[in-house]
Nanobody, 122 residues
């Protein structure tokens, strides 16, 4: 299984970025996909998740109304549209996959991408 995250970069506060995560080696349409992030000196935290069908999503409170998770099962890709970015959103963002229920616990996700850096300047 491979998860390849991309789309990170440097953006000013208030700006937008769109992260992508392309999956291979798994039946993508059967997996819940999620985004987590980890800032320097902090633990990895849940950002958003989307069920295999795309009909159920869940967000951390700190991104509600600003971030949108979506997926294209035909392309085996999950996206994270990030708007109104804040300096505190600066972190390495990771995509993850798991084959059971939608969960916010990182320990439930067996497959992880390599991470993409998002830096938001003030």
């Amino acid at each position: 299984v491979q998860l390849q995250a991309s789309g990170g970069g440097l953006v000013q506060a208030g700006g937008s970025l769109r992260l992508s995560c392309a999956a291979s080696g798994l039946t993508f349409s059967s997996y819940t996909m999620a985004w987590f992030r980890q800032a320097p000196g902090k633990e990895r935290e849940f950002v958003a998740a989307i069920r295999w069908s795309g009909d159920n999503t869940y967000y951390a409170n700190f991104v509600k109304g600003r971030f949108t998770i979506s997926r294209d099962n035909a392309k085996s890709t999950v996206y994270l549209q990030m708007n109104s970015l804040k300096p505190e959103d600066t972190a390495v963002y990771y995509c993850a996959a798991e084959s059971a229920w939608l969960t916010t616990n990182s320990h439930d996700y067996p497959y992880w991408g390599q991470g993409t850096q998002v830096t938001v300047s003030s």
